[in-house]
């Protein structure tokens, strides 16, 4: 067996005083989305790890703008507070008077979930939502006698979203922990590796891809866990290092570019990343930097797992060639944000103030694509809150369609 290197081990611990989640399988979970009726607060992810801060959504405006600056984030936590940031929106309207009738209402709704797709294009867990809550508010809208039937129907499908996401995704860790034990050569030293933020933060709750490792570590299978720091936005080492530290697993971060030398130092029995599109054949978008950890996998022999709830997988596309990637501002990619430490020897002036440096010579020009696409050739599994989805033997691509019975 090979010698265990020993790696950076995190340094930070998180504060003492964030809010846990009552759900059963952790009582230690952290959550991303609070809401009870008429009131939504979206934890502001561009502070994480040094600061906890809510912020309350109170229009579909407040919902857009926390989706595009990307306080919140991840395919399945961004179709949640966009749904949701309708629902507290469309609630107080309502409470106003401002439907005369359920016709009013419907038509509200439809150019509100409209004006939310546009916030960011990748994730199709957002569009996903939109229509299915568009199809059945028209549905209502055609019998309803007045608003309140509308508003009433709307609210309840956005707030069934919200408590189906945990259900899946802690479904998605069952199965997924199941598969990588099941498949890993040495069951007494199960190391995994993910790649950016896929846990409570980027879902309703518990998470995908960070659900299976805490599916593993729960059930004691898991040996260790490695993220990467997901440059250049660093939803490896701000947010998936603060939740594998938060829940006490043990978690090494590595930067992206350590990835090969990781596998090769390390017996690593699977990569594990999230989606925020599944194409009909398998290709799946995610976070830029995936697809390289793919042939990295295969070139190692590692297996390479997807992990997304059926509302990623967009049937309406063949292959990953139509998924639209989002490109992003230059400046996230020539500035870090974060805390000021002191070096050695440094006089520790504003020590703990959060500061953005720019780490890049002035005048460079930056590409910044968000995601990139992973051919199904590479893809081992993907997991699902339906079960694991192989391919047939002989295959390069998966049959999505066929999976989920349509
Ligand atoms: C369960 S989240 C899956 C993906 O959405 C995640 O891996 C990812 O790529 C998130 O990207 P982000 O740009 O932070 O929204």
Known sequence: MRKNVPLLELKYRPPTHLN???????????????????????????????ETLFERVETIQDGHATIKTMKVRGAPAIAIVAALALAVDLSARHKKGEFPNAAAAVAFVSESLQYLKT???????????????????????????????????????????LVDDVQDNKNIGRFGAEYIFGQAKNKDNVRVLTHCNTGSLATAGWGTALGIIRDLHATGHLSHAYCTETRPYNQGSRLTAYELVYEGIPATLVTDSMASALLRSQPVAAVIVGADR?????????????????????????????????????????????????????????????????????????????????????????????????????????????????????????????????
């Open 119 to 161: 916030s960011r294009p990748t994730a199709v867990n957002l569009f996903d939502a939109a229509n299915k809550l568009l199809a059945l508010v028209q549905e209502r809208g055609k019998t309803a006698t007045g608003a309140q039937e509308v508003v009433d129907a709307y609210v309840a499908a956005a707030e069934k979203m």
């Open 278 to 406: 599944v194409a009909r054949n398998g290709d799946t978008a995610n976070k830029i930097g995936t697809y390289q950890l793919a042939i990295v996998a295969r070139h190692h022999g590692v297996a390479f797992v997807v992990a997304a709830p059926s509302t990623s997988v967009d049937l309406s596309i063949a292959s990953g060639a139509e998924i639209p990637i989002e490109e992003r501002a230059e400046n996230e990619v020539v500035t870090v944000r974060g805390i000021v430490v002191p070096l050695p020897g440094e006089e520790a002036v504003r020590e703990g103030e959060a500061r953005t440096v720019q780490i890049a010579a002035k005048g460079i020009s930056v590409w910044n694509p968000s995601f990139d696409v992973t051919p199904a050739s590479l893809i081992s599994a993907i997991v699902t809150e339906r079960g694991v989805v192989l391919k047939k033997e002989g295959e390069d691509v998966f049959d999505m369609a066929a999976f989920l019975g349509k």
């Open 20 to 50: 846990t989640s009552p759900r059963t399988m952790s009582a230690r979970t952290l959550e991303a989305i609070r809401y009870t009726p008429d009131h939504l607060q979206v934890l502001n992810q561009l502070v994480l790890p040094h």
